[in-house]
């Protein structure tokens, strides 16, 4: 769990000075608070799909995948255009929310 808030964070800070770089303040602005939108709702949708559709751990390395996926998007679509950067993002919060909620309900379920 510390590897993805370490990468989460990092992303954040990088994803920021990149897209000022890349695009309008006004752009990296709506992205970067569409991608927190995404972050936060992230959890609530796919939670549902983990728990309907896989195991926990199932989620876990699926989630992780999703994450590792969306960033090599991210890294290999530097200076393309729009869309593949916000596909990387909505990977990246997608696989965010299966793998913290798995993770949360392996930890939380360990205990009586």
Known sequence: MFFERFIHYGMRALLVYMLVELYNEAVSYAIYAAFGALLFLGPLVMGLL???????????????????????????????DLGNPMVGLAIVAAGSGLFRTANFTIFFNSFP
Do not use: K, P
Request: proline share 0%; charged share 15%; net charge neutral.
């Open 50 to 80: 983990g728990d309907l559709f896989l195991e926990r751990r199932q989620s876990t390395a699926i989630g992780a995948g999703m994450i590792g996926l969306g960033y090599m998007i991210l890294y290999f679509s530097v200076g393309q």
